[in-house]
């Protein structure tokens, strides 16, 4: 898969499942699981144990699953990661030698950041995404609409205390994709190999991430047609005179 591929994908479906568990066996099940839910997007976070094998035997074994790397801190990291197939790295904050590396190695790249400044920096660096990181706990949606509107071309993915409830608002603000943890991959379901209740999940957040952008672009259509209207009644209103 291309980098453009890869982004094009991320953009399409709309969440990055962020899988952090405490053996590889739990991280292949939660991807699996995650998977047949209906989001072929997981990101392996180096806190996993042995996660760079992980990652391999899932790029090897699950051809049409997008395998990210997740808390890649060194260039290094994001070396081995690359050798093992991911096909792309994200970081709670910014390096910008990583973003460089990832730029170079043509990889997809979302380096995390949350003040504007650190997002104007990550972007300007040759990041694809950048990942507002933790953006609950500074605003939730209300920020991301704030940043927004503010850089309205850095395509953001919120990420940070997103769950079930939230997930279409961090949408309607306008980020281009949310970043899901423990509430789309519960440790009780990982722990009780609850795999019904994962793909339930996934079925969940992806129809949420539907109705917001469905519900977008009715109101950029209802926008539309109100000043199509406008222009009609001027024009109306100048061929009386």
């Not at 979302?110 to 995404?129: C, K, N, Q, R």
Request: charge should be neutral; glycine fraction near 8%.
């Amino acid at each position: 898969m291309t980098k453009q591929e890869v982004c094009d994908l991320i953009r399409e479906i709309g969440i990055i499942p962020a899988v952090r568990v405490s053996s590889p066996d739990d991280a292949h099940f939660a991807a699996e699981a995650v998977a047949r839910g209906g989001i072929p997007i997981v990101e392996i976070t180096m806190t996993v144990p042995g996660a760079i094998d992980v990652i391999a035997h899932l790029v090897k074994f699950h051809p049409k699953m997008l395998v990210g790397a997740g808390t890649v801190l060194k260039v290094e990291t994001a070396q081995r990661c690359i050798e093992a197939g991911a096909g792309f790295i994200t970081a709670p904050g910014f390096n910008p030698k990583i973003v460089g590396f990832a730029s170079s190695q043509n990889l997809a790249v979302l380096p995390g950041a949350l003040t504007p400044s650190e997002v104007i920096e990550a972007w300007e660096a040759g990041s694809d995404f950048v990942k507002v990181f933790p953006c609950a706990p500074v605003g939730g949606d209300a920020y991301i609409k704030a940043l927004n509107t503010a850089l309205p071309k850095i395509p953001l993915v919120a990420a940070g205390g997103v769950n079930s409830k939230n997930a279409n608002q961090f949408i309607l603000a306008g980020a281009e994709a949310v970043g899901v943890g423990k509430d789309l991959i519960p440790h009780e379901a990982i722990q009780r190999r609850q795999a019904d209740r994962i793909r339930e999940l996934a079925h969940r957040f992806s129809l949420l991430v539907k109705e917001a952008r469905a519900l977008m672009h009715a109101r950029k259509q209802s926008v539309v047609s109100a000043k199509a209207m406008e222009k009609c009644e001027e024009k109306a209103e100048l061929a009386k005179h």
